[in-house]
């Protein structure tokens, strides 16, 4: 008997619809006897309103809605309205040719299209009727709850393989409606999406740059800004912007340090450099860069230098986050210390000017 | 032509790259889907797109730069001269934050994600754009997150959908999830907390796994996905401490009566494990029948509670046949080494749940 029912269904679901792909035709010859859990294989598989799909209708559509990105009107309304109202017509035509006892089902979904037609005229939310709830998901469209598909779960005596006919039938133009809506919805929306996915590369790329671009941070220097920010990003209810300055605290670092009154020979010589305590700030530009970075901190420099204290206070300044500069003074002798990255830079400066003066002729 | 898109987000570990994470799931998933029949009708590639979301060179990025940076200043810290102090051990240590031990690659990364809030603010900046970027032009989207990854994944989607989000939130009536599935999930014990308004109004609620947007819901403009699924394992000692274990109406009546909505997953099978951690592992986890196919059934919702997908009679033959390769009675001496690991889930002491999570990844290698 379930092989008579999966012919008798089979021959029907071919005659009613030869255009689909081969995927398609193996879902309706092996379900065809369930039109229920077929037209769900069907939509699933793209076979309704979908790239299976070679109905005409769905051509019109998918061909349609290439420009619509946006619900705004006077921008792609026109073919937004278009593409549903063709939709709902879609539906009114297909809905001739069927069953009586299939036209509350068939008259709900047009309902459905409508009402959504309506409210983006008015620009009214669409809330549960936008794009999630047109999808299906178990037993029903999620956000169309007067859309009961009850009347397709249907099972067909060998007598009767008109009831999975007529199931079939009504079934297809519903869901491919629903897949038809989906789409459309779906890229109106393409507008939206951009601005999300552009705010949030804008906000990773303020990240990366605090982290790879400003003065890098020990980790215990890490965790005091990230109480801080923690602080900011609580008052901002956990939507706290990239931070636009940091805290340096006991930070080592390495600089050529120049001491005019040390002996000569070691009056030039890299030192250690402690800052103990300092600020740095910048602003972001609006294309999340790092701009007019500048800050100060009170630092302590090491050295071993005959006749000369060790420990050196002083002030350094820092420039673009990557350049540093101190003057340091004990006992009276003042000592000036460049960041290796300002000394690698000075020393190019000094190289370019001697390959310009070679190049100029006046060299040796 | 729009896919399914699936992201996968992965937790602590020594992950290098986006493709070396990719590499441990994506030929595992279509051959567990092609398993069942409905794989004849809707072909895995044809219907899906797998894509992976890697965070891990956020807190490589900090080692590294410790490391490097310490390297620099440690030979002028010598001790008994300018150094020998707490400022030179701690540099010391900066300098082996790049070592590959569990230490440096698993606790160091839960850490850095809880305590340190701008370094977990740059990781969820990440992940959102990168979930972002993932979804373009897909048919619907999902995501598979496992361990630090299910924390990570909650608070980034809070990003993305809450009301109160700054600009770029996304509508959840046209952008949610089909399906978000947590593995191992230790989003509870990881939350943050102290939210107020310049009012001092608490606003703990955005942020707190059981009120926060991340939940499903019947109502499609609300929640963040259609189904929750929660996957845990008997014997997997990460998730316990704080465990996600929402009450029986969560997030609303309503939700939980829709079948499929919150599914709370458990399984206790174990595989022929070859090390203590694998027990924690995603590939350990998606194996299991009981796993997987309500996953499916979640990302491919046909018929009542995705039954028609796969249906009831070829579940239950997966499941017989995984539980009959791999009988408890062989598991023995696993659950008896992960026993030690355990903690209560109610437990909030960080000392011990860090404590546990170092011993645990430390052992991972113990036969």
């Known amino acids: 008997m379930r092989a008579a029912l999966r012919i008798a269904a089979a021959s029907l679901a071919f005659i009613a619809w030869p255009a689909l792909g081969q995927d398609c035709k193996a879902i309706e010859t092996k ?31 998918n061909e349609l809605i290439r420009q619509v990105t946006t619900r705004a009107p006077g921008t792609a309304g026109n073919a937004l309205e278009e593409a549903l109202k063709r939709v709902s017509d879609y539906v009114s035509t297909s809905a001739r040719e069927r069953e009586t006892r299939s036209q509350p089902l068939l008259a709900a979904i047009k309902t459905e299209i409508d009402s959504v037609r309506e409210k983006l005229t008015k620009q009214e939310p669409l809330v549960d009727q936008d794009v999630v709830g047109w999808q299906w ?18 099972m067909c005596p060998p007598s009767e393989p008109k009831l999975c006919a007529e199931a079939s039938a009504t079934g297809k133009v519903v869901f491919r409606a629903a897949a038809l809506v989906t789409r459309t919805l779906q890229l109106s929306l393409t507008d939206e999406y951009e601005q999300a996915l552009a705010a949030a590369r804008l906000r990773k790329a303020k990240w990366d740059r605090y982290f790879d671009e400003a003065r890098v941070q020990f980790f215990w220097e890490l965790y005091a800004n990230g109480l801080r ?74 050295s071993d230098r005959a006749g000369l204290a060790s420990a050196r206070p002083g002030i350094m300044v820092h420039f673009q986050n990557k350049y540093s500069l101190a003057y340091t003074r004990r006992d009276g002798v003042d000592g000036l210390m460049l960041s290796i990255d300002l000394a690698k830079l000075v020393t190019k400066v000094e190289q370019d000017a001697r390959e310009k003066f070679k190049l100029g002729g006046r060299g040796e | ?46 219907h899906f797109e797998l894509k992976p979301i890697f965070y891990n060179d956020e807190f490589d990025g900090l080692r590294k730069q410790w490391a490097k940076a310490a390297e620099d200043v440690l030979p002028l810290m010598t001790p008994g001269k300018f150094g020998g102090g707490v400022l030179t051990q701690l ?60 924390s990570v994944v909650h608070d980034t989607l809070v990003w993305m959908f809450d ?42 609620a955005r942020w707190d796994v059981y009120r926060s947007v991340v939940q499903p819901n019947a109502k499609p403009s609300k929640g963040v996905c259609a189904s929750f699924l929660n996957v845990w394992h008997t014997w997997d000692p990460i998730p316990l401490p704080k465990q996600f274990k929402p009450a029986s109406d969560w997030p609303d009546a309503a939700t939980r009566a829709s079948e499929g909505a919150f599914l709370d997953i458990e399984i206790g099978e174990f595989e022929n494990v070859r090390k203590l951690t694998s027990v924690h592992d995603i590939d350990h986890y998606l194996r299991n029948p009981s796993v997987h196919i309500p996953l499916f059934r979640r990302l491919i919702p046909i018929g009542e509670g995705g039954r028609g997908l796969i249906p009831d009679a070829e579940m239950k033959k997966a499941v017989d046949k995984h539980r009959a390769a791999n009988p408890l009675s062989e598991a023995k001496q696993w659950i008896d080494k992960l026993k030690d690991f355990r ?10 749940i860090l404590g546990m999570f170092l011993d645990y990844y430390a052992n991972r290698q113990r036969k």
């Open chain 1, 31 to 61: 379900l065809g006897n369930d039109p229920l859990r077929m037209l769900q294989f069907l939509y699933f598989g793209k076979c309704l309103g979908g790239e299976n799909d070679s109905e005409s209708v769905t051509g019109e559509i």
């Open chain 1, 137 to 154: 998901q178990d037993t029903r469209f999620r956000g169309l709850p007067d859309v009961n598909v009850a009347s397709l779960n249907v």
């Open chain 1, 229 to 302: 920010y923690g602080r900011e990003n609580r008052k901002a209810g956990g939507f706290a912007e990239p931070p636009h300055d940091q805290i340096i605290l006991l930070h080592p670092g390495v600089g050529l340090e120049y001491v005019n009154d040390a002996p000569s020979g070691s009056r030039l010589q890299a030192a250690l450099v402690i800052e103990l305590i300092g600020y740095n700030r910048w602003t972001w530009s609006k294309q999340g860069k790092m701009e007019n970075a500048f800050g100060a901190s009170l630092i302590q420099s090491y």
């Open chain 2, 1 to 46: 032509m729009p896919k399914h898109v699936v992201l996968f987000v992965h937790g602590v570990g020594d992950l290098q790259s986006a493709k070396e994470w990719q590499a441990s799931y994506e030929e595992l998933l279509p051959e567990l889907y092609n398993r069942y029949d409905c794989s004849a009708f809707l072909p895995f590639d044809e």
């Open chain 2, 91 to 150: 540099t010391e240590w900066a300098e082996g934050a790049d070592k590959n031990t569990a230490l440096r690659t698993h606790a160091l990364d839960v850490v850095l994600y809880r305590f340190f809030p701008n370094v977990a603010a740059a990781v969820r900046a990440s992940v959102h754009a990168q979930l972002l970027a993932g979804i373009k032009g897909a048919d619907r989207w999902s995501v598979i997150a496992h361990s630090l990854g299910t």
């Open chain 2, 163 to 204: 009301p109160n989000a700054p600009k770029g939130r996304l509508p959840a009536s046209g952008f949610r999830l089909e399906a978000l599935a947590m593995i191992a999930n230790v989003s509870r014990a990881l939350e943050s907390h102290g939210y107020e308004d310049e009012d001092g109004n608490e606003l703990g």
């Open chain 2, 343 to 352: 903690l209560s889930d109610e437990e909030r002491g960080w000392e011990k």
